[in-house]
């Protein structure tokens, strides 16, 4: 699927600049706190602060601010595992637009609940089985709807680049680098364009390094059918797109990926240390960096990108701490 036509072909930091300024005005920044890592100080950006627990509220705020009447009456349909689905969702409440949602029938229960609660309509479908942007290809011919994808769109893209801008301006320069959870490399492609000094680091859960992959190939590999299973529902798209690839080449360090257990060790460190829920995408950076994965120093920033933990589920990864 393609996303809307725009004025300008691409994404740039000209519009992360501007998402930047209508996000602030809606928005506090989410905090920037320091934590000691490897004998480091390193600081962690944290996401699941915003109002609907992720960091995906900025995309989608950027994304559905630049519609236009027409489109605003026609109404949005977005495909998410949650995340993206509850920015979308809140968007659109704010702005009087009606919203569909193509979400996995295995989504978590509180993610599929928050979406609901925010008035969207939800359109399940089966992973594995079929094809969720056909889906979502069927519910935009049928409505007449704008299409909000969730990492291959320019304005999404642009939005999520916020996050960057708002943390030079709390680190008071640039970071020397920024790990990040990486699904379809919306936000990678965002924080490259706001922090072009900054070394950019995608982390994705092993099987799933459709971006990392991509990278080193110079053209889109999809995941593969015998993908293993991972907590990391947030972090499961079948593949990238060339609009996030075409802003990561020759800026992004070279993929990294995690094991489910060096997540469930972030987001104990996370809670012991921060006192902050890290949903298992939104830890995966943060499990990188423990694991010794990446280098870093007093000038790195990890993002913890969301906090939509099914409660249970939760409670069981602390409880197999030692």
């Given amino acids: 699927m393609t996303a809307q036509p725009r004025s300008t072909p691409a ?43 992720a960091f995906k509220i900025r995309g989608a705020w950027h994304r559905l601010n630049a519609l236009d009447e027409d489109e605003r009456a026609r109404g949005v349909v977005a495909v998410s595992s ?41 359109v399940l479908y089966d992973r594995p089985g079929e094809d969720r942007d056909a889906v979502a290809a069927r519910e935009v011919e049928r409505r007449g709807a704008v299409l909000v994808h969730a990492f291959a769109d320019p304005w999404v893209i642009e939005g999520q680049g916020s996050a960057g801008i708002e943390i030079a301006e709390q680190l008071g320069r640039a970071p020397s680098r920024i790990v990040v ?53 947030a972090l499961q798209p079948t593949a990238t797109a060339p609009i996030n690839l075409s802003v990561l080449r020759g800026r992004s360090e070279p993929g990294l990926t995690v094991t489910d257990e060096e997540v469930r060790a972030a987001q104990r460190f996370a809670f012991a240390k921060l006192r902050l829920v890290v949903e298992p995408g939104g830890a995966a950076a943060l499990a990188a960096v ?33």
């Avoid at 070394?199 to 859960?205: A, F, G, L, S, T």
């Avoid at 790195?300 to 933990?309: A, E, F």
């Fill in 11 to 53: 994404p740039n930091r000209d519009g992360v600049l501007r998402a930047a300024s209508a996000i602030a005005a809606i928005l506090p920044p989410t905090p920037l706190l320091p934590v000691e890592v490897a004998g480091s100080r390193i600081w962690a950006k944290a996401e699941m602060l915003q109002p609907i627990g």
């Fill in 82 to 122: 949650g995340n993206h689905a509850q920015g979308v969702a809140w968007a659109a409440r704010r702005l009087g637009i009606a919203a569909t949602i193509v979400m996995p029938h295995d989504a978590p229960g509180v993610k599929l609940d928050a979406t609901r609660a925010l008035g969207a309509e939800i």
């Fill in 181 to 233: 959870p990486c699904g379809g490399g919306g936000l990678s492609a965002g924080l490259a364009l706001a922090c072009p000094d900054s070394r950019i680091y995608p982390v994705e859960p092993e099987g799933w390094d459709v971006v990392g992959r991509s990278l080193a190939a110079g053209e889109i590999v999809r995941a593969g059918d015998d993908a293993p299973k991972t907590i990391c529902d």
């Fill in 290 to 322: 423990l694991a010794g994965k990446v280098t870093v120093d007093d000038s790195s920033v990890v993002m913890l990108t969301g906090g939509n933990c099914d409660p249970q589920r939760f409670a069981e990864t602390l409880a197999a701490a030692g």
